[in-house]
């Protein structure tokens, strides 16, 4: 451990179980010298968060919903009358209907667009409002992504215009933020074996398929994804901002798939 993150403090959002990406962002993090608070929605994702959160040394948890205000209101509250301030927010939350994320794009309904771009893009623009608010010496605010946001990927669907939404906000906050020296980014894994990722149709198909032609033949790790955020989140991350940050292996260069699975 070199300590990069000791002395820094932030919220990680969006922790599920042990195989969640936020989990291996917090870990990486708190390897590296961090002090962590998790937020979760309802008791039984708190049930899961809690000794997780407990092995880190943490027992900061708040329990939030991103579509209610009065929920992030109480939650940010707690996280200033605790701190005071903060120096990172994770935020690793996306929603869509499952039966939504099989089959053709051109069905998604009305209703579940509306709430996936709420809790999947719009969440994040609140959250950094509010935590900005937190940074006065400066910090760094990380979302997650994935390449089906401008390349289509069978089934993502509605995920995927959400995913593009909240590249652009990110850029936009990048770009609203920077004077006060809060850098805000997006790291872009592959597929990965998710609690999420699993409710994608066909989602054994896809990470077979990007293991087999990533030119590295893998796809990416929690400890990678991890290790790229402790880069944003420290100060050797301290002039990268509005960055779609990729760690897939390289799959996102290719044209084609490898000669031998043509």
Request: aromatic letters at 8%.
């Amino acid at each position: 451990m070199a300590e990069l993150m000791k002395g820094k403090r932030g919220l990680v959002m969006g922790v599920a179980n042990e195989r969640s990406i936020a989990w291996g962002i917090a870990k990486a993090l708190a390897d590296e010298g961090a002090e962590l608070a998790f937020s979760y929605q309802g008791e039984a994702f708190g049930k899961r968060v809690e000794p997780l959160a407990a092995s880190v040394g943490s027992d900061f948890l708040v329990d939030v919903d991103v579509t209610n205000d009065d929920s992030l209101d109480a939650c940010f509250g707690a996280l200033k009358d605790r701190w005071g301030t903060m120096d990172f927010l994770i935020h690793a939350i996306a929603f869509s209907d499952k039966t939504e994320l099989t089959g053709r794009f051109i069905n998604t309904s009305r209703g579940n667009f509306k709430h996936s771009l709420d809790i999947s893009c719009f969440s994040f623009i609140d959250v950094s409002r509010r935590a900005a608010e937190m940074m006065p010496n400066g910090g760094s605010l990380i979302t997650l992504t994935f390449q089906g946001s401008n390349r289509v990927t069978p089934n993502y669907n509605v995920m995927g215009v959400a995913k593009a939404a909240l590249e652009s906000a990110t850029r936009y906050l990048a770009n609203d933020l920077g004077p006060q020296k809060v850098r805000v980014n997006a790291i872009s894994p592959g597929p990965m074996k998710t609690l999420a990722g699993a409710a994608i149709g066909g989602a054994r198909a896809t990470y077979r398929h990007t293991e087999s032609n990533a030119p590295l033949r893998s796809n990416a790790t929690l400890e990678a994804v991890g290790g790229t955020a402790v880069w944003l989140c420290s100060d050797y991350g301290a002039f990268t901002t509005g960055e779609v940050v990729r760690v897939d292996g390289g799959f996102h260069v290719l044209g084609m798939p490898q000669a031998e699975n043509l």
